[in-house]
């Protein structure tokens, strides 16, 4: 019987119970004397002011609860207004419904307004890179997770109020030189398999300087109580260019604030403004050529209105930024520093956004015959805590299964990355809402509670699945670990009505636990699910 190997899982919770530990802060109090007079010939001692100590606690803890989740607005709530909403007589595996192009890619971003991603509360977009492809800087009303499908290069996170620790040295301007020495935050490196995190409201831009094109797959969880703006309606604000919208909107139906009462009046356009789009445009020049003390002639560039290249615009000469030397030192370090990180001592300014999950060494499941998956929650990326997100990455080779399951706490936006597989989706009523292929490029939800079974045939099968939750879990319906074989043999027996050998066999014929092959059944078909 073909058994299965299960590799660092010691980040996993507990499939009986999850834990959030707390950052504490200790603070020590002392006899403090009592400020007299120069000339008072009181003998006063000093005295203790435990009272005032434990108030001075209070308060320094809250302070730091309030800046550490509340300067960037990373809260730990859903919003719950969208249940109710996940009433899907039948689910679609789908294909994006609108494309833009620009100057050195392309954006395909999918319709927010489908009943499937309205259960969910996300959005859904996929962008392509070119080599020299620089993504406009621009942030967003909702947390983000990226995958990394293809490709390499950089990306810049701008965490407000964070140093620029990334600094040119003075050599490297040459002798002589009076030009001002450039400073950033820092510059992160992403390779395919790599997972990125991107708090609500947080800016950040990415950059290809590879030779293959950077295929980037992003949730936005709009459902996530950060977006305080719109209830389902993605936004990007970005801060240069003069980008589409894109997202589709429902029709006739212009956007609307959270709480806004629809007047029909036409928005405020700003001073001498034309249509663009970045958020420099509505401001008056002469505002700008003020705050950021430059010319007026400069301010206007900021504004971007004659710009036609898109969101994605081509770098001539490369991007020359302040970088370490190479990737593998850098990874080398934080492979230095991994080892025993549990997030703690990492700030708001120094904490990791990214993760690999597609490297096969990385595999949290593995079964040799039937395939992989890997996982990232806020065990090994902190913060995913804040954003409320999480990642599964998997790989079934031919001719293997999933096992059938479901998921506990989360929703599940699966995304087809290469091969085939056929998908089973089944909901409370015993409703089969989803029977047929997934292929590459498609997306399909998969809400919660609902079971979930895939298989591949001839082919490999690849996916990532976002989960709206930092510790989304899954309760498999057969195998080692599912409910089925938690149940005693008499339970099952009277349940479906067959003999206690027949339980017996239901409970103990299939040892894997996640993946299995149709080479290690032992009837030559597959098992029914």
Request: aromatic share 6%.
């Amino acid at each position: 019987m073909q058994t299965e190997k299960e590799l660092n899982t010691s980040h996993l919770p507990s499939p009986l119970c999850v834990t959030h530990s707390v950052p504490f802060l200790i603070y020590k109090y002392q006899h403090l004397p009592v400020a007299t007079s120069p000339h008072s010939t009181s003998n006063k001692q000093p005295i203790s002011m435990p009272s005032m100590a434990k108030t001075n606690v209070l308060l320094s803890f809250s302070l730091f609860l309030v800046l550490f989740n509340g300067s960037l607005g990373l809260t730990a709530d859903r919003s719950r207004q969208h249940q109710g909403q996940c009433q899907l007589d039948r689910l679609n595996a789908l294909k994006p419904g609108n494309r833009i192009k620009s100057e050195a890619g392309e954006t395909e971003s999918w319709d927010p307004n489908h009943d499937q991603f309205q259960c969910a509360g996300v959005a859904v977009v996929r962008r392509t890179i070119e080599p020299n492809g620089l993504l406009l800087p621009s942030y967003s009303n909702a947390p983000q997770l990226v995958y990394i499908v293809q490709g390499r290069g950089m990306t810049g996170t701008l965490m407000p109020g964070c140093p620029e620790t990334f600094q040119e040295s003075q050599e490297s301007q040459g002798q002589g030189s009076r030009r001002l020495q450039d400073q950033h935050q820092k510059v992160h490196r992403f390779r395919e398999g790599d997972v990125i995190a991107l708090p609500a409201g947080v800016a950040h831009w990415c950059y290809n300087d590879g030779k293959e094109r950077v295929i980037a797959v992003t949730v936005l969880d709009m459902a996530n109580s950060a977006n305080q703006l719109d209830d389902m309606n993605p936004r990007n604000f970005y801060l240069a260019g003069n980008p589409q919208e894109e997202f589709q909107q429902v029709k006739g139906q212009p956007r609307q604030y959270r709480g806004e009462q629809r007047t029909g009046r036409e928005p405020f356009r700003g001073h001498g403004q034309q249509q663009c789009n970045n958020i420099f445009c509505g401001m008056d020049t002469r505002f700008l050529a003020e705050a950021f003390n430059v010319s007026e002639q400069v301010a206007r560039k900021l504004q971007s209105e004659s710009d036609r290249r898109g969101n994605i615009v081509r770098v001539k000469g490369g991007l020359q930024t302040v970088m370490p030397p190479s990737l593998r030192q850098e990874e080398q370090e934080q492979g230095q520093r991994g080892e025993h990180r549990n997030g703690l001592e990492e700030t708001m300014c120094t904490m990791r956004i990214r993760e690999n999950i597609g490297d096969p060494s990385r595999a949290d499941v593995f079964t040799p015959e039937a395939g992989r998956i890997s996982t990232v929650n806020s065990h090994n990326l902190p913060i995913l805590r804040y954003i409320q997100l999480s990642a599964e990455r998997g790989v079934l080779y031919n001719e293997a299964m999933m096992m059938p399951h479901w998921n506990l706490n989360a929703h599940s936006i699966m995304y087809a990355i290469r091969g085939q597989a056929h998908v089973q989706v089944v909901d409370h009523s015993g409703r089969t809402v989803f029977d047929g292929e997934m292929r590459e490029g498609q997306v399909l939800t998969v809400p919660q509670n609902f079971a979930v079974v895939k298989r591949s045939d001839q082919q490999s099968f690849e996916w990532v699945s976002f989960k709206t939750n930092d510790n989304a879990m899954i309760s498999p319906l057969a195998g080692r670990t599912s409910a089925l074989r938690a149940m005693p043999a008499e339970v099952l027996a009277n349940a479906f009505r067959i003999s206690v050998e027949d339980a017996k066999r239901i409970k103990f014929e299939r040892q894997e636990t996640t993946l299995t092959s149709h080479r290690s059944t032992r009837s030559g078909s597959w098992a029914e699910a």
